[in-house]
């Protein structure tokens, strides 16, 4: 009887141990199947990179550190891109470019008023002859078509005098209009990778 007992808890035992094998199996297979874009180290290391730009671009920081965060920035998303060659990933791929142009685009704009007397009192003057940072601010208002109204109703143009039709650019804005754009495009992504 005792010898039958323990056959009957051996057997038992394993047909437990099987049937919980089983799922486990399945379970992995399911694991591996939906592992996604968005659970590799490139991945990861892109997501830290747009957080950490956006969290320093919240708390302030010099045009130095700024340009070297979108160089870092530009880095993690080519070994994104680099990992995706070949999957069907492009919607994530336009997002991704979208968010490098907005901040390529400030680096651009800001490094060019910070280096430039046509940028004057955080101002650039619309009546200037087409200096480098009018050019920036001219493709950039028509790239984000929100910034090119009055700073009172969410844009980046401050009129002169109320006589004239005349704006003058206000570049912080202008700036902080682009940091939002690639924020919002940022968070995209990251949703889409999930």
């Not at 070297?68 to 891109?81: K, N, P, R, S, Y």
């Not at 480098?132 to 009055?150: C, F, T, Y």
């Amino acid at each position: 009887m005792k010898t039958i007992l323990v056959s009957l808890v051996v057997i038992s035992s394993i047909f437990l141990t099987e049937a919980s094998a089983a799922p486990q199996k399945a379970n992995r297979k399911d694991m591996a199947a939906r592992s996604s874009v968005g659970d590799s180290v490139e991945a990861k290391e892109l997501v830290r990179a747009m957080r950490a730009i956006e969290a320093k671009v919240e708390s302030g920081l010099a045009y130095r550190e700024y340009s070297q965060e979108v160089g870092t920035l530009a880095v993690a998303i080519a070994a994104f891109d680099e990992l995706q060659e070949g999957k069907n990933t492009s919607e994530l791929q336009v997002q991704l470019k979208a968010v490098l142009t907005r901040h390529q685009q400030a680096r651009e704009l800001w490094g060019a008023c910070v280096s430039s007397t046509d940028c004057s009192y955080s101002f650039i003057n619309m009546k200037a002859d087409n200096n480098l940072p009018l050019l920036l601010a001219k493709e950039i208002l028509v790239d984000l078509p929100a910034q090119n109204s009055p700073r009172e109703q969410g844009g980046s143009l401050i009129k002169m005098d109320s006589d004239t039709e005349y704006f003058r650019v206000h570049y912080p804005s202008l700036l902080s209009g682009l940091w939002s754009d690639a924020k919002a495009k940022s968070k995209a992504f990251r949703a889409a990778l999930r």
